[in-house]
Structure formats: C-alpha cells, structure tokens
C-alpha cells in the first residue's frame, strides 16, 4: 500500500473511531458495543436489514456500519442477503448454547409446564429477568392459529407485562428501588404511564403468589403469571400463561388460572432449586 493510501486508511479508521466513540464511557470499548447494538437491530419481524436502515438505528455513518457488518459477516455472525442487505446466521446459536445448558433447571419445569399449556389450552412458558427485560428459557405448548407464540431467547418488558411484574415482585428494598429506577430512566413516559399498574401487580404477586396483564405488552393478550423464585446462580425466575383476548371468560385468570398459577409455582419450588426472597423486614 502506498503512504499515501496508508493516510487514508489510517483517517478512516480515526474518523470511525471518534464517530463510535460519541458518548460512550471511555473506559469501554466503542466498537464492541456498536457491533453488538448492530445484531440486537435484527428481530422476527425485521429480518433483513440494509445497511442505510442499520445506520439510521444506531445513529452511524453508512460507512461505519459497512465496516462493522464486514467484520461480522467475517465472523460468520451475519451474511449477505440474496435481495440485498444482512440476516444474521445460526452461528450466533453457539453463544447461547451456553447461557442456556448452564441452567438445567429448566428441565424440571418442563413438566409443569406442559400441564398448565394443557390446562389452560393456551401457552406456558418460563421466564428471567434480564436488565431492563426478561427472557423466554423454555416453553410449552403450541395451539394453531396463535397471535404470539413465545419461543426461547425471546424478550419482553419488565415495566409493562405480566412476567415483568413477577418478576419485579421478588426484588425488595434498595434492590428494588434501584430496577425501579433504572426502568424510569430508560422508558422515560412509557414507564411514567404503567407505574401504577407496576405497583398494583407487585403488591398482588407478593399477597396473593400472581398478577394478570390485559394487553399491557402485546394487546391482544391476557396474561397470568406467578414468581417462581432466585436460583443458587441468582437469576430472578417466573411462570406465565397467556391466551388470546377473544378466548379469555371474564374473571378466569384472577379466580382460576391465576390461583392454579400460584399453586403450581408453590408446588415447584418445594424441589429446592428455586428460593422466594426473603425481605429484611
């Protein structure tokens, strides 16, 4: 390469980094977080994605997210798509292989699971939470013709649904104004317009061992979902039921899926792998 071509390599590789670098703490590494703020623009329903359409997301030159999705198609996390723009690959499947064979706890519920599908003719399905979010680890049940089946690695919002709130419920004292906060910090006026309904469900999971969300996350949803426990590894674990809005009897998730909801996670927990919080008052 000529010194002239190596200046401007070494101009580009500068502008890229500044551009990166933005607001990011400087202790941290830019370019591993925009890579990875790249894969996490990808979801069920944006499959492809142009370069053009990736910057606009991350808030990055075209240019910038050219390199990027080259080092990661390199990488063998993305490939080019035949009518333009990237998917990403099965190979991101390996890093969470991992994540997910590190919790075989997951297995011992698969059984209750299936039986609270079968009950409630709907989906069961297992959930941790995840900072702002919780994670679908295991699943059961599949009825046709379903508005949303959840499937694992899926995400949803602690602030605004019934496994979130669950799941919030188990947190306590400093722990628990600290999420508060957090969640109030990232969602700003969405999180402002659900604080009630938050309050509401935590109090009800921690008298009554349940909570029910009519909609609050995916509208035409009714949920029912129950806190499971802390495992020894200290993941935050919930159950949840859920069915279409136009199958759901008034009344039936408080006085009867919830109360079985409750009941079934009691019962789950006397394994001993799965510890309520105890609070310090």
């Given amino acids: 390469m000529s010194k002239a071509g190596r200046k401007s390599k070494d101009k580009a590789v500068d502008e890229l980094s500044a551009e990166l670098a933005g607001a990011i703490d400087a202790s941290l590494s830019s370019t591993l977080i925009r890579g990875i703020e790249i894969l996490q623009c990808f979801s069920s329903s944006d499959r492809a994605l142009s370069n053009a359409e990736i910057a606009r997301r991350v808030g990055l030159k075209r240019p910038s997210v050219s390199r990027l999705c080259k080092t990661l198609a390199h ?24 994540v997910l064979s590190a919790m075989p706890w997951r297995y011992e519920v698969q059984g209750p699971l299936r039986d609270l599908a079968e009950l409630c003719s709907g989906n069961a399905s297992l959930g941790v939470m995840s900072g702002d979010s919780f994670v679908h680890v295991q699943t059961a049940g599949i009825p ?4 949303h089946i ?51 469900a935590v109090e009800q999971c921690r008298k009554e061992g349940f909570c029910v969300s009519y909609g609050d996350w995916r509208p035409n949803l009714v949920a029912a979902s129950a806190p499971l426990g802390k495992t020894e590894e200290g993941h935050y674990v919930a159950i949840a039921c859920a069915l279409p809005r136009y199958r759901v009897v008034p009344g039936y998730f408080e006085t009867d899926l919830g109360p079985r909801l409750a009941e079934a996670a009691e019962s789950i927990r006397l394994s001993g792998t799965f510890q309520m919080p105890v609070t310090a008052d």
Avoid at 144 to 147: K, L, M, R, S, T
Avoid at 155 to 181: C, I, Q, V, Y
């Fill in 144 to 147: 046709p013709g379903w508005p």
């Fill in 150 to 200: 959840p499937d694992i690695g899926q995400t949803g919002p602690l602030h605004r649904s019934a496994l979130g709130w669950s799941l919030l419920s188990m947190l306590h004292g400093l722990e628990f104004t600290d999420k508060l906060d957090e969640l109030q910090t990232l969602h700003g006026e969405e999180y402002a317009r659900f604080e009630g309904a938050i309050n509401t």
């Fill in 75 to 98: 990488l063998g996390y993305l490939r080019k798509h035949p009518k333009g723009g990237f998917r990403l690959t099965p190979r991101l499947l390996s890093l969470i292989y991992p």
